[in-house]
């Protein structure tokens, strides 16, 4: 008998480098034939991985996306010393983001874009995404096939959540959502939304993913989050990167906590008769993560794409992936799998 096709949505959240680890659980989900991906909502590294998952299955199905989130990745972790990468092959996590976090590159690279202004390098300022970015096929990530594509950033101006769908989505949208701001200068887009030209910055700062986008008719109610900013940390940050790192995350899981908590508040009005069964949508929340792994890594992990930490994570994201599918992929369709009011305690 042929196995049920299971819709999902999938949320991928931004978190610099780290975003490796969605690398592996889309290379992990795509090979489950009888799990179908309907939409995509992608910020910052989110954004990077979403935009390459769509171009590369509009262009070669499932096979596609995962040689281009392939070649994607191996561009943003590129280096030409290898005698580094097989040094550290064989060191644990930790030990690799302790060993980046303190070397004296890091640093004064640290240093540098806390004191100086991404403004400052006037004609020698150059986006390192935009290479990349410059050899994706955007008829593939606009394509009606495929998944349907949400990338979220932040309009300086007023602060709020911009969403760019279909041919929206360019190589500047994508430079919008991944945007720093003590690190990139804003990326500057014609907004079709206010009819002027926009400065944006990262978009994990008021959605990181957006799920809004998701909760039309046409998608189905399954939501899986990839979450790669750890919503715990048992031990308090006490060095100036720590408590940088901190605040960044629980900045950039605001956003996230907001909209569950709004899912969690309809959901159980839905329950308890209040609001009519059919008004709102029904909307059943998972979430892949390993905040045990992130609480091993750091700021520096994040802003340095070492290629064997990316390597890790990937494999990291692999796992992930297949234990949540392994124990809860019947549960898809039928029932959320986390605890929204735990969540909240």
């Not at 995404?129 to 309009?155: M, N, Q, W």
Request: hydrophobic content about 45%; proline content about 4%.
């Amino acid at each position: 008998m042929a196995k049920t096709t299971k819709k999902i949505n999938l949320a991928l959240q931004g978190g610099g480098a780290h975003g490796a680890f969605t690398w592996g659980v889309l290379d992990r989900i795509l090979e489950e034939e009888d799990v179908e991906v309907a939409a995509l909502s992608g910020t910052s590294a989110g954004a990077l991985n979403a935009s390459a998952f769509k171009a590369g299955y509009a262009k070669d199905g499932r096979q596609g996306a995962k040689d281009m989130l392939d070649w994607v990745w191996s561009e943003v972790g590129a280096v030409n010393d290898t005698r580094m990468e097989a040094w550290m092959e064989g060191v644990d996590l930790w030990s690799m983001a302790q060993a980046i976090e303190y070397s004296p590159g890091f640093a004064i690279a640290d240093f540098w874009s806390r004191a100086v202004s991404p403004y400052s390098y006037g004609p020698f300022y150059r986006n390192p995404l935009e290479p990349i970015l410059a050899k994706f096929d955007f008829d593939c990530v606009a394509h009606e096939s495929g998944p349907a594509l949400f990338i979220c950033a932040t309009r300086v101006r007023n602060g709020k959540i911009r969403v760019f769908q279909g041919e929206e989505i360019t190589a500047q949208a994508i430079m919008a959502s991944a945007c720093l701001p003590t690190v990139f200068q804003a990326v500057k887009i014609h907004d079709s939304q206010t009819g002027r030209i926009e400065a944006f910055w990262d978009g994990g700062f008021t959605g990181n993913p957006a799920l809004f986008p998701m909760f039309e008719p046409q998608y189905p109610d399954d939501i899986v989050i990839v979450n790669i900013n750890p919503m715990e940390r048992e031990v308090i940050p006490v060095t100036a990167h720590q408590i940088q790192n901190r605040i960044n995350e629980i900045s950039f899981n605001s956003s996230l906590l907001r909209e569950l908590r709004a899912i969690d508040l309809v959901q159980r009005l839905i329950l308890d008769g209040t609001l009519e069964k059919g008004r709102m949508s029904r909307v059943l929340v998972h979430m892949i993560s390993d905040d045990a792994l992130m609480n091993t890594l750091s700021v520096a992990t994040k802003l340095v794409p070492n290629p064997v930490v990316l390597s890790k994570l990937k494999a990291a994201g692999r796992e992930s992936a297949g234990s949540f599918l392994k124990r809860h992929k019947d549960d898809i369709g039928e029932r959320s799998t986390i605890n929204l009011r735990t969540m909240f305690a």
